[in-house]
């Protein structure tokens, strides 16, 4: 009966797990915000944003669109906009984001991938040049019909 009870929470509303509390398992949510003020032994994956507060340590995988990271995760995060990792956060684990801002105090133990609308600009600009390639190629014949009526 506990999952029916996870896909009744609404879209817009908050979660806060507080300090001294400590979940065993993993957690889907669509809540605007997710706040773990205490630990999670167990996944978090929410559609909304995730806060991870001083005390707050998750021992589990994140998906989450922005994550606020104070305390401590154990695990991958893949955040669809951006992290922000505050004084003494700390990350180990491998992470996928658009956008990375951190604390210089910030721990992060891993591999990071980012991908942003510029990089995905400069990959297309590469791919363009085969074309203006192909370009070039379409003048060399105009040039060898033009040595041809010489002759």
Known sequence: MGKRNRGNVATGENTVIGEGTVIKGDIVSDSAVIRVDGQ???GIQTKGDLIIATQGVVNGDV???NLNLAGKIL???EIGNKIEIEANGKLLGNISTKLLAMDETA????NVNMTSDTAETADN???EKPASEAEDKA???KEDSKAEDNA
């Open 75 to 77: 695990g991958d995060v």
């Open 139 to 141: 003048d060399a014949p």
């Open 40 to 42: 999670v032994d167990g």
């Open 107 to 110: 721990v992060i133990q891993g």
């Open 125 to 127: 600009k590469t791919e």
């Open 63 to 65: 998906t989450a669109t």
